[in-house]
């Protein structure tokens, strides 16, 4: 009687599961033949939230800049009038998309703050900047001379949220092309080859009044 009782269970076991393979399956929304697919977000080549000081970016101050963590974020304070100053982390990339949440703490209505690019060193690199005022533009660092790329001068937007409102800004170089955004919309895209590589970086400058205060957080380099 053992031996039959165990053969009936398996016997059992064997319609059951019989049974169970030709039902359709509730639970699944895909059709016969097809699987989920899950969709990836973009890869992250580096990013920083400034949460901690001994990231590696710069820390230094003089008497017309000063570099620096703070508040949880990272600050670029300019104390001259007509100067850029700037802070990279040390890292080398090719083709990136580059964001930061922004904003100025203090400064006069044309400060400016923005990204960098392809930086090889202090006198050569791209970047994208905005300003307080609305206007932005996109530059080339060659040899120590700033110059406008694609525009005969600087042009404004609405787009860009003024006076001491936060922005968030992207600056995307791909191949000969760079582009600026100010909070998801595109405001310029030129090309230039001069650059193919180099480091990333937070930039801030003043015109005819000094004190610019910009303050930098959340920055993520992507893959394009």
């Known amino acids: ?55 590696g970016w710069d820390v230094y101050s003089d008497a017309d800049m000063t570099t620096d963590y703070f508040d949880g974020g990272y600050h670029i304070l300019v104390t001259a009038t007509q100067y850029y100053s700037w802070a990279n982390p040390g890292k080398t990339f090719t083709d990136t998309h580059t964001e930061v949440n922004a904003k ?48 005969d001068s ?18 995307d170089c791909v191949g000969d092309t760079l582009t600026l955004y100010a909070n998801g919309e595109i405001l310029a895209q030129v090309k230039d080859s001069q650059f193919t590589s180099g480091d990333v970086g937070l930039i801030a400058g003043t015109y005819d009044v000094a004190g610019t205060d910009a303050w930098f957080d959340d920055l993520v380099v992507y893959q394009p």
């Open 1 to 55: 009687m053992k031996a039959k009782r165990k053969i009936l269970i398996a016997l059992s076991i064997l319609i059951l599961t019989a049974l169970a393979c030709g039902l359709p399956n509730f639970g699944s929304n895909d059709e016969p033949g097809q699987s989920s697919v899950v969709e990836q977000g973009p890869t992250v080549l580096y990013q920083d939230d400034f949460s901690s000081t001994s990231s």
């Open 104 to 151: 100025f703490l203090a400064g006069a209505q044309d400060a400016e703050l923005g990204l960098i690019c392809r930086y090889q060193d202090n006198s050569n690199f791209y970047f994208g900047i905005v300003g307080a005022d609305g206007y932005y533009g996109i530059f080339k660092t060659l040899d120590g001379e700033f110059n406008l790329i694609g525009m």
């Open 154 to 171: 600087m042009s404004t937007s609405p787009k860009i949220n003024q006076g001491l409102s936060s922005n968030k800004v992207r600056l």
